[in-house]
Every structure is written in structure tokens, then in C-alpha cells.
């Protein structure tokens, strides 16, 4: 295993080598551009077997691997924010297809503004599509998570499009030193493709993509979302086979600090890396705090957050993006829902922050542990839903 | 060596009969001397649209051949990745190395002409080893006869219908064979599906060229066009015999005509034989009948000079 220091694209653009996909399809998007030059850099210096399609645009880098992972190639491409949304369309079917496409995207706002920072807003709008969705904390994990997505989509049981997302420009643009695995143990961990009803099969001819009506419809979506259902376990099996690997073993979730403590913020992302050293200091302060950082989010881990949130005093929800007119944003939703009838009291607080990446800084962070402390106190929440460092 | 008739009815349909197409429908006359012109094995790729829906209604398939549909907008990107696919997969060894696959993908004027623009503008820019299609029955039949960039000045469809203020389609249609030879590809051509053997032998010079080609295929639809359902072939026929639809090919940058009229007949005839231009022929709006023809016209003279006979 080597250590080297390198950014979040690169380590990504080194994983997608390493990969050596059938077929990547790209277009240039801010954050995600240097990844891609990474990859092109494998690709010019014939690293990869890979075929590169430079396509003129994110509708067709879908559209493409939509078409070359139905033909059974290996197919990736990546992304950020508008690049996404643009192909928004395809990521649907691309998903109802049960093609297992592996897209890393780097998170950035979705316009308007146009702005080009990290905040969830792009991938967040997709967690309806049918893919399955691992965020990362650093470098390091979204480098595991690549390669790791390429397995879980793969799967005889799920073949479902997998996403592995990383902060824009914080994990993106920041060195950090990665454990690198070798191009053979990645070759092996992922092993050999195999291919379901590839296109190619021309004596086996295959009809993909018919109109489907009230007679069948309803039926395929049923069985999409038993794939979706058989995602967890295979998640957990992959990551087990990459612990005895790589020895670094990632759940759904990960619980940083004390387990019983009664006071939990839950975030996801680069931002439960800053989180977790204020954890650490209120610690050695004598309070008793902990995270939980979301590692899946799609399929949404219902159990094992009841199980890491039931009985608390006080839980913070940290989002970076909003649901416009709702409750609160996407995390907070999700995490409500699942503790209905779990915890005894609303003692859940949403905060957003850092849209369009505004920083958050580790005093803002101990803030909402404060309130925090005070909903466990009074047993009241006075602000459902905090705007986190935005002039009001 | 000239396509012979018998040859052709010997082959096997790889499109089944029993589809949902109209009686009299055009385009699905194309999608048989299409796939009958290939010899070798074939993938093909449809954009949302007629042809699409009618022939793969779910459990139902009347391809027998490897088909694909992705969306509306993204039938050549779609083609674009099998393709890529093909090449790679085949370059690793990890599909037997001894066998050649064509690729076709289809679509109509409005996912080839407007919404697939783009798409395919850059496949063929990329030069994958593919043919596109794109049967041209001028306007989006399949959502209930609208307009496209592909409809005929003066034509009435639902979104621009013959009212009393606006008389039908105001803008000439746009000339895509133009824009293809503009992308410099081996091979691009014009075929009108009366002239079975025309088509068949554009196609397969489509699929014997390295790289791209590209074929605008003039499909008429009697539903949207008003006609009687088996007056198909010879409504596209007189398209060709006004010069509004010419036959033509650019091989390498080389036009040829392929198919000349003995005389030129009047656009105006052409029109008659459809309801969609029945409001053209009042003394209201019968000066559109002549400006159309002024623009068939220079387009056919343009063509002439491009070709080297005028
Ligand atoms: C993005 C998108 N916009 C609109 C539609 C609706 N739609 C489906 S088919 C079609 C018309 C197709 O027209 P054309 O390409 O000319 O083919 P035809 O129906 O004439 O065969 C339209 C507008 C769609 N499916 N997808
Ligand atoms: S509406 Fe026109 S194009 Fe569509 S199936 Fe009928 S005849 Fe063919």
C-alpha cells in the first residue's frame, strides 16, 4: 500500500484508472474538471484500456454510458451541480434500466445563482433517481468509495447506478495523504465484469427501454425497489471484504465519539470531519456529545439510525441544502421520519449551512452543540429550523 | 452490384409485422428497407417517437435484433456509447474479435432536426462507426401532429394551425442534410422511401463507411399530413418529382444528385394532394404557394451548382 498525498480528484481520477473502465464519457464541469484531467492523463499515456468518449455534453456523458453499460461494458462518468441536473433526465432511467453505472460527483450548488462551491443542493435533488448514494468525508473515503460502488453496483442482486459524492473544492482541491491500493489488488477486488443481457449479444437479441403502461409499470418500479432493498447488505459485504484489504472498514454510518451520550449532531460529508474535533474538545471538557456522520444515504438506513438516535435528549441535523417551503432540509426529513415513535419528545433542531460553500467554521459548529445542551435541559426546541452563518 | 427485389424478399424481417403502426404509415415502410439493406449484424437505437412506440409496446418487441430506446433527445449519444462499447470491449478480447456489428440509431425530425440536435451533431463530430437515420415525416406525430423544424412553410399542424389570423407554419423548414455536410463525414444522403432501392443502396453505403454517416429519409404520415392512407408512396414521390425533397448524396465532400426529374413538376400539385396545405389554395393565402416554390427553387439550384451541373 502506498502513502502519497494528492487531492480529491486526483485520488479519484487515480481510482478510475485503477478501475481501467470499458467506457468513460466525459464533459468538464468546476469542481469536477481536474478529476477528469487526471483520468485523461492514464488515458494519454495508455495506462487504461479504457475507451474515452469526450461528449458535448453532461446529457450525452449519461446518455452515452446509458449505452455502453447496456452494450455490458464498464462504464463511468462524473460530475458536479448543473452538469447533473442536465442529465437529470437519463439518471432516471439510467436507474430503471438497472444499469451499474459508477458516477463519482463532485458536489457543488446548483445554480441560481450560478455559483461554483460545495453545497449538497445537486445531488441531494436526485435521491429519488433510483441510485445509490455514498457521501465522503475526505479524500481517503471517496477514494474507498469508488472503488468500493463499482462492486455494490455490480452485484447480481442489486445492478443499480451508484454514486459516490465529495465535497467540491474542500475535499476536491485539498491534498491530503491517501493510502493507495495497487492497480492489481484493485483489479482483484473488483474482479472480472459480468454481463446481463449486454446488447453486444447479438444471438440473444434484447429489446431495452420499451414503453411500459398501467399493465407493467407499476410492477418494474415494485422491483426496482427490491433491488434498492438488497442494497445494505451488499454494501455491508463489499466494505467487509475491503476492511480485510485495506483494514479501514466504513458502516452506513459512522458514531464518533461516546455512543451512550445523549446529545448527537448529525451531518454528513467533509463537514463531520470538522465536527468531529469539536466532539473530541467538548470531550475533554467533560461533555458528553457525539456525531453521526451518514456515510449511505440512499438507500436510507432507517435501522441502524433508530438504533444510533433513540433515547436522546437532543439531536442537531446538519443539511447543506435546503427543500424549499418544507420542513426542513433533506437530512432532517429523512431523520424525523425515522424516529417517529422513537424518541419521546420533538427534540430534533434542523441547521443549514454552507450553501454555496460557505465556510463553517468549528465555533459555529460548538454553537449548535449549545443549543443543543439547552433542548436537553429544557426539553424544548425554540428554532426548528437555523440558517447556520448567513446574514439575516 | 445493383440490389435485386427477389434478393431482398428472401430475407428475414429483423422488424416483425404485427407492430402498431398505422396502416399506410411511412416511416415504418423505411424501418423495413433499412434493416433488409444490412447483411451483417445490427444494433439499432430509436428515439422516442412513432416508430418507437409502436413497434416496442411492453411485453411486446417486434425487434428481433439488439434495439435500444433511451429518451427522445439522445438517440445518436445513446448509439454513441454501444458503439464505443463495441470497440473497446472487442479491443480487450473480451467479445469474439471475428465479427463486425453495424450500428444504426433512429430517430424523427423532432428528435433528429430540434431536440437530438445536439446530440447528434456530436456524435457524428466524435466519428463513431455508426449510421443515423432520421426518418422525416416533418413534424412530431407520436404527441398528435405538431410542428417541428422539419414542417413545410404554409403546412397547418396542431401548435400552428391554419387560423384566421395565422396561416399555418410561417418559416421555412431547415435544411439538416446541409448541416451534416457541414460536419464533413464520409458520407451523407437524401432518400425518399418510394424508391426502395435508392434507400437500400444509401444504406448500405452508409454502413460500409469508416466513421459516420448520416441519412434524411422523407417518411410520409397520411395522419398528419391529410391524405389517403394509400397514397404513401406516391405522395413522397411527388415530393422528390418537385424538387421540394431532392435525392442526393455528399460522399466525402462530393455531391452527387442521385435522382434527376425529366421535368420539374410544380410544388403546387404536391401540395394539393395534402389536407395539412388546404388553406394555401384561397386568394387569401395562394402567394405562400409561390413563395414556396421560389425557395424550392434556389435550394435546388444551389444543390445543381454544389454538384457541379449548373
Ligand atoms: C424531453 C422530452 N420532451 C418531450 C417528449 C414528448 N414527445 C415524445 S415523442 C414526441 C414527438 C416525436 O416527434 P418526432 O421525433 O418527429 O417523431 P414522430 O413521432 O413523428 O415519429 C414528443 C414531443 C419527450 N418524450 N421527451
Ligand atoms: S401517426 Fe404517422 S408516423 Fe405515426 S404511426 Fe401513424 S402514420 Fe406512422
Keep these: 500500500m502506498e502513502r502519497v498525498s494528492l487531492t480529491g480528484n486526483d485520488a479519484v481520477g487515480t481510482a478510475m484508472a485503477q478501475i481501467n473502465p470499458d467506457v468513460v464519457a466525459a464533459f468538464p464541469i468546476t469542481p469536477q474538471t481536474e478529476l477528469m484531467h487526471k483520468f485523461a492523463e492514464f488515458y494519454a499515456d495508455g495506462k487504461v484500456n479504457t475507451e474515452l468518449i469526450l461528449v458535448e455534453s453532461e446529457h450525452s456523458a449519461m446518455s452515452a454510458v446509458v449505452g455502453s453499460a447496456a452494450a455490458g461494458a464498464r462504464s463511468m462518468t462524473a460530475t458536479s451541480a448543473n452538469g447533473f441536473a442536465l442529465m437529470w433526465e437519463i439518471v432516471y432511467i439510467a436507474a430503471s434500466l438497472r444499469l451499474p453505472i459508477v458516477m463519482p460527483v463532485v458536489n457543488r450548488a446548483l445554480s441560481g445563482p450560478i455559483n461554483i462551491h460545495c453545497d449538497h443542493s445537486d445531488t441531494m435533488g436526485g435521491r429519488d433517481s433510483g441510485w445509490v448514494q455514498l457521501f465522503s468525508e475526505n479524500t481517503q473515503e471517496v477514494y474507498d468509495n469508488v472503488i468500493m460502488a463499482v462492486k455494490i453496483a455490480e452485484h447480481k442482486d442489486i445492478l443499480l447506478p451508484v454514486m459516490a459524492t465529495f465535497d467540491g473544492f474542500i475535499i476536491s482541491h485539498t491534498q491530503e495523504v491517501v493510502e493507495l491500493l495497487s492497480d492489481e489488488e484493485v483489479q482483484k477486488f473488483i474482479g472480472k465484469k459480468e454481463m446481463y443481457y449486454p446488447l453486444l449479444d447479438v444471438k440473444n437479441p434484447v429489446t431495452y427501454g420499451p414503453l411500459d403502461l398501467q399493465d407493467y409499470y407499476f410492477e418494474h418500479k415494485r422491483q426496482q425497489v427490491e433491488a434498492m432493498l438488497k442494497v445494505p447488505a451488499v454494501v455491508d459485504e463489499v466494505a467487509k471484504d475491503y476492511a480485510k484489504l485495506t483494514g479501514r472498514k466504513y458502516d452506513f454510518i459512522e458514531i464518533y465519539g461516546p455512543e451512550d451520550a445523549e446529545i448527537s449532531l448529525v451531518a454528513l460529508g467533509s463537514t463531520a470531519g470538522t465536527a468531529k474535533d469539536v466532539v473530541d474538545k467538548l470531550n475533554d471538557e467533560g461533555k458528553k456529545v457525539n456525531l453521526v456522520k451518514i456515510r449511505m444515504f440512499r438507500p436510507w438506513p432507517h435501522e441502524t439510525i433508530v438504533n444510533a438516535l433513540k433515547g436522546k435528549k437532543a439531536i442537531g441535523i446538519m443539511d447543506r441544502s435546503d427543500s424549499f417551503g418544507a420542513l426542513g432540509g433533506p437530512v432532517f426529513m429523512e431523520i424525523r421520519s425515522s424516529l417517529m415513535g422513537e424518541i419521546k419528545e420533538d427534540i430534533t433542531a434542523n441547521y443549514i449551512y454552507g450553501l454555496g460553500g460557505r465556510d463553517i467554521s468549528a465555533p459555529e459548529i460548538e454553537s449548535v452543540y449549545n443549543d443543543l445542551f439547552e433542548i436537553a435541559e429544557t426539553g424544548k426546541v425554540k428554532n426548528r429550523k437555523t440558517y447556520l452563518g448567513v446574514r439575516e | 452490384m445493383a440490389v435485386k427485389l427477389k434478393d431482398l424478399s428472401k430475407k428475414k424481417d429483423v422488424l416483425a409485422g404485427g407492430h402498431r403502426a398505422c396502416a399506410g404509415c411511412g416511416p415504418a415502410v423505411l424501418l423495413r428497407q433499412a434493416t433488409l439493406a444490412v447483411d451483417e449484424d445490427l444494433v439499432v437505437g430509436f428515439a422516442t417517437g412513432c416508430m418507437e412506440v409502436v413497434t416496442t409496446i411492453y411485453p411486446y418487441t417486434s425487434w428481433r435484433i439488439p434495439y435500444i430506446h433511451n429518451a427522445f433527445e439522445n438517440s445518436a449519444a445513446t448509439m454513441s456509447g454501444v458503439e464505443t462499447a463495441f470497440r473497446s470491449l472487442k479491443k480487450q478480447g473480451k467479445l469474439p474479435v471475428d465479427k463486425d456489428i453495424k450500428f444504426i440509431a433512429f430517430g424523427g425530425d423532432g428528435g433528429t432536426y430540434d431536440i437530438g440536435l445536439q446530440s447528434l451533431s456530436g456524435a457524428m463530430e466524435r466519428g463513431h462507426n455508426m449510421v443515423y437515420i432520421c426518418y422525416d415525416n416533418e413534424g412530431y406525430m407520436n404527441t398528435g401532429i405538431q410542428r417541428s423544424s422539419a414542417t413545410p412553410y404554409g403546412a397547418a399542424t396542431t401548435t400552428a394551425p391554419a387560423g384566421k389570423a395565422v396561416p399555418g407554419k410561417l418559416q421555412f423548414r431547415k435544411d439538416l442534410s446541409e448541416i451534416l455536410a457541414a460536419h464533413h463525414i464520409p458520407y451523407i444522403a437524401q432518400t425518399s422511401i418510394h424508391d426502395w432501392r435508392d434507400v437500400v443502396t444509401k444504406v448500405q453505403k452508409a454502413v460500409s463507411v469508416e466513421g459516420p454517416a448520416f441519412i434524411n429519409a422523407f417518411a410520409p404520415c397520411h395522419r398528419g399530413w391529410r391524405y389517403p392512407m394509400e397514397k404513401t408512396i406516391e ?76
Excluded at chain 2, 401540395?271 to 425557395?295: A, C, P, V, W, Y
Excluded at chain 2, 435550394?299 to 449548373?310: C, Q, S, T, V
Aim: glycine share 4%.
Design chain 2, 235 to 310: 405522395v413522397a414521390k411527388m415530393a422528390v418529382e418537385t424538387c421540394f425533397w431532392p435525392l442526393y448524396e455528399v460522399e466525402n465532400g462530393e455531391y452527387k444528385i442521385t435522382y434527376k426529374p425529366k421535368e420539374k413538376v410544380p410544388v403546387e400539385d404536391w401540395l394539393k394532394s395534402q389536407g395539412r396545405f388546404k388553406h394555401l389554395f384561397t386568394d387569401e393565402h395562394k402567394h405562400m404557394i409561390q413563395e414556396l416554390q421560389n425557395h424550392v427553387d434556389m435550394l435546388w439550384n444551389n444543390l445543381l451548382k454544389k454538384a457541379g451541373e449548373l
